[in-house]
């Protein structure tokens, strides 16, 4: 056993302690340090001796077992101290202050693999404290800083803006004279529908047993429930038929483009991955703008190519069409992984048990096939629910769940309707984990096993093929058609008024936009690296390891995907603007923002990728004498590689392209591409807003096109072999 | 190569997954250089046995030692063992070379060593040549192969086995255990093994723990295990036996006399007199289409239920005043007796045995 | 493999220039929180960094979002001054004591008018008549008279055919709130408000998208402040403002020095800098076409002229209390928005 270790992190955390300033702004080296603070305050004697304790018991011929016991307790209080020390003194934290915790920290996760604690050993446990001081400090604490203002009106507990916001009839209208069909009656009428069609094998004369009963209860209960929704008003109804539609929507788009990537005939399946990739570089709301100039009242489709005169798209519609071209790609991201590793041995193994295609896609396609949809589905509901850039510039102004957390916040600035807003989001997703798990079940779909198999996919058949093609090409024509129109809007004078050509707005944007443009991108990539890696830890952690609080810190860290942008951006604000942890006011907090934005993706990226790889290759792994870090080393980073870079990408694409959480914390010096491109937009200068646009979406297309084509190749050598 | 062997020793092994209890009490040793075989239908324990000794799973009571030392708190990596798995579990991104040089390249081995070790274990396992494969691109034969090449490596005080051999094919399967059995008393490691399958257990064990539901049910070589199964679990699932009530009417010294329905028979097991169960092989009945002779010496009379021909020999089914009784026999002279004829049935004491009242359980 | 994948990724890494310092208040720096036009912003950013070398930096966040943040930001602010957008909203920060009211130097040169309404609550620095940008050609199309009051705005006859600013994030959209109110009186005015949500096609954001929008042709009337409405015509985009005959209500664009500023000597340079007439010659030029508050200021000539309309008498105080601006939201929030159009 390493027992070097804990002396190592014991040493870098005396020396930060000793040489580093504890604070930020605190001017006077060295009487800014922490030992310095050690002659005011008790805490940091204590921080010092627990960081000497650790370097004792790193070098000590101490037990394993009795070592680890103390390691755990001076590294837990010391750490305690640290954080305590840091929100009691308010000055915003600095190097040695992070430095000290962080070294406490790992000392406690080394003592609690060391004392047995912790199954795999000194990484694991520090891995673990890591990851969940982590989470709960830009995770945990910013949402409980905001749902504390959603129950606490000046530090006194109220239910006030909870029944206010749930009874507004912004939040749901039930009744009202403007109504065409009172939401009753149309309830009824659904759950009318769902009884005729769960009773039905019912009536042709099968016996029912207690799958039908409970599929009749849902049906029943599903219609009533889409009844109520299809006549009721207001942004919760607007939020949920929006979300199932476009996850449907999506969802099946994706399922075909992925069946397509995976086994067309046809040479439009290069076309696939690079277009089905171009609206995930595009921040939503400029495909939304785009989307004006082709489907608006004066669109170049409805009005120019049609003859239309409609504001039919400005609208739930225009929202719901944007949104399926906006998520259709990830849907595909998702299910193309699982479509390409579809094990066609067990498909050959089928069609030799006589399966006609029809079995075959029910009996095995289908089942291993579930997750990923399910995956999917989710992931474009909760991102449907979430978005509010196509909403706002397309919903013509009805409400939404986000939408309104986002008027609440920056209009009415009222943080506790906004916090009731955001946990009705949060239970909608959280409803929606739960259904999850319910249809999947504990089903693992192991298709990677160390034991390779073989066999070619099975070609789609031909109608389907060029169906499902004729399919993509619209949905590739409209892509290209909202893309041509923002690349050329660039290089005309006035969208849609003036078509003369001119270089003017980029010409401007070598001042204004370029820089930006950089800096964007620096932060990004500055946090898409520890983006990737710590969502891939949480994902390893915990689909691998069993440990208290795993279920905890999961779903935690999933919080910060659902929570709407806008509510976890207020939520930075209210959680750092003051005190130890300040950090308004510098890139940081954007940093930092772009991170815990990304992780979710790369968590979710990381648990498909091991999902997929048997567990007895770790096992074999560590039976060769590999600890837990040799192992994630040479064998599973190795094998998740893809995912992993995958999962970087995206962090770095989302971090680049999203909007709703930096709008509030973007500060000066530090604004980003997105923010600008809006206000621009926002100002009529429309050619700028463009070409900044076009410069970001070529820039990203960049990145993301080497990775497409690396995607198209990561096969695993067990699936490259054939025969096997 | 042979460094000492050591003695593992499992000592009140319990296991439990929530509600479900996989190890019960489990207490047994496997002498230095011995092949110890964990026999059992799946669910019996046997691979949790195995997986605990590895250090895979955390034992929820009792010891695990390995050559004196107590490991039950150490990770798999920190123990001598090496284990071969039942997917072999082989790297799919490393080259057989790779996979085998695994192990010493964590433990920091030499170059030279390495490239060593490495040739011999593929010497050992007959792989020279396919250094440069990939695992996807080998025969399962193959595969196995580099698996316990990949085990060999390390030079493993313990070598574990779980159910190495069950994707293989059964003309390969036969192949490969007379290899493992040949390698491991040639490297005189000390090795525990895991399968379902009885006779791969009976020909390549030196002891076998026959276990069921948890707990071991006997341990013992491999005729202990056939000839005197000590529960009627252990009889049933190693060979082929057919059970009938009987009794013990009288006991001298080291014989007892047992009474089946009409017949007398004598067993060398002293049992005290009694009601009992006797277990009997098939190979140990004979057929005798003519009453053989007069009570005590005379055959137990039936009826053919079934009949088989099996080249050599017939197998049959013959339904008795006592019970259904399975026969394997040479062949009459004018070939299979058909289903329905009467027979008698006459036992040779050797593939006889006698189990308590308080044995019966199981099954 | 790894090469390739190396490949992809070194294009990120490439951009892992170290982490981000944090800017300190470092002597030098003047922090502006920027409400109009970005280009304006843009202009003062460069030329006050021209004239002084103190180096400027901006975030642009329309009025109501603006708002939000300082009042976020209350403990600690980041900003210095707030450059722009509307006087109410300034106003409301100042009552609730996150602004710091002082007389700059140029109080004297500012045109009284204005210095008498805001007195005590903030600087203007600019002025501008609030009505319709409207599109005569697909009114033509659509064969409709150009309307000329708020009261037919809510006429049935042009709905889905009028965009305004949401009065929760928009100082326009309050603006016009409270000019029909102080026209017609609440009771009344919440009826023609309602009367004109069943018309709106789409409720903007910001207050600059409804004369866009108007420009482009999707709607026929975009509610907006006139300044947007030359902005764009300038631009070539088929729009005109009109000012509504019943009554016109105008803004006081405002400047204010942030409380507890962190460049606190900066920002009263910017802030006398900024009323010079020559630098008050950037909003024109900049899409802020509106009345500059310098009297020394030359005004456009398609600048709208006050003289022509029929201005509200336009009560800034009541209106900018904030229990009273909250409250008129939140009635127009709860009681109309909802409806079903």
Redesign the interface.
Known sequence: MRHAAPAWWAGLGLAAFALAPWARGVSGWPGSTGLALAGRTWAAVGIGLALLAGLGLGLGPWGRVQAGRILVAAGGVGSALALGLVFARGEPFGAGALLSTLSLLTLAGLGLGQAGLVRGGGFVGAAILGASLLVGLFVVYPLAAVLHASVAVGGRLTTGPLVKTVTSPVFLLLAHEALPVAPGVVALAGAVLGLALGSAPVLAGRRPTGAAIRRLVLLVGGGALVGLLLGARGALRNSLLLAGAVGVASTALGLAFALLDARSRLPTRRWLAPLSALPIITPAFVLGLAFIYLFGRRGSVTHGLLGLDTGAFFGPLGVAVAQVMAFTPIAFLVLAGVVRSLDAALEEAAQTLRATPGALLRTVTWPLLRPGLANALLLVMIESLADFGNPLLLGGGVPFLSTEVFLAIEGRFDPHEAAVYGLVLLTLVLALFLLQRRWLGDVSFVTITGRPSGGRPVPLPRALDAGLTGLFVVYAALAMLLYGSLFLGGFVRVWGIDHRFTLDHYRGLATAGLPVLLETARLAAVAAIPAALLGFLIAYLTTRHRFAGRTALEFSALLSYAAPGTVMGIGYILAFNQGGLRLTGTAAILVLAFMFRGMPVGIRSGMAALAQIDRTLEEASSLLRADVPATLRRVLVPLVLPALVTGLLYCFIRAMTGVSQVIFLVSPGHDLATVLILSWAEYGHLGRGAALASLLVLFLAAVLLPAERLGRRRRLPSVAAGGG | MADEAVRVVLEGIAKRFGATIAADDISLAVEPGELLTLLGPSGCGKTTTLRIV???E?PSAGRVWIGGADVT?L????RD???V?????????LTVFENVA??PR??RRPAAEIRRAVAEALALTGLEGLEDR????LS?GQ?QRVALA??LA?RPKVL?FDEPLS?LDAKLRKRMRGDIRLLQQRLGITALYVTHDQAEALAISDRIAVMDRGRIHQLGTATDVYTRPATRFVADFIGEASFLPARVVARDGTAARVAVGPITLSLGDPAAPGPVTLVVRPEAVAIQPARPGPPPAAGLPGRIERAAYLGGAGEYLVATDVGPVAVSDALMADGLLAAGTAVWLTFSPRGLALLREGGSEGA | MVTRLGASALLIVGLWAGWPTSPAAAQGRVNLLCSPDPAWCEAVKRDFNKATGIQTEFVRLSSGAALARIRAEKANPTFDVWFGGSGDSHWVAQAEGLLEFLRPKAWGELRPNLTRAVDGHYIPLYTGLHGFGVNDKLLQEKQLPVPATWKELGDPKYKGLIAMPNPNTSGTGYVMMTTIVQIYGEEPGFELLKAIHKNVAQYTRSGGDPSLLAGRGEVAVGVSFANDVVERARKAFPIRFVAPKDGTGYEIGALSLVKGAPNRANALRLIDWALEPESQKLGPQNGEVSVQSNARTPVAPDVPRFEDAKLVDYDFGKYGTPAVRDALIKRWTEQIFPIPR
């Open positions: 590895a250090g895979l955390v708190d990770p798999p990596h920190a063992v090496s284990m798995f039942q997917s072999y579990a082989l790297f799919p991104h695994y192990g964590i433990l990939a695992p996807a691109a399962g595969q990949r085990a390390l574990l994707n």
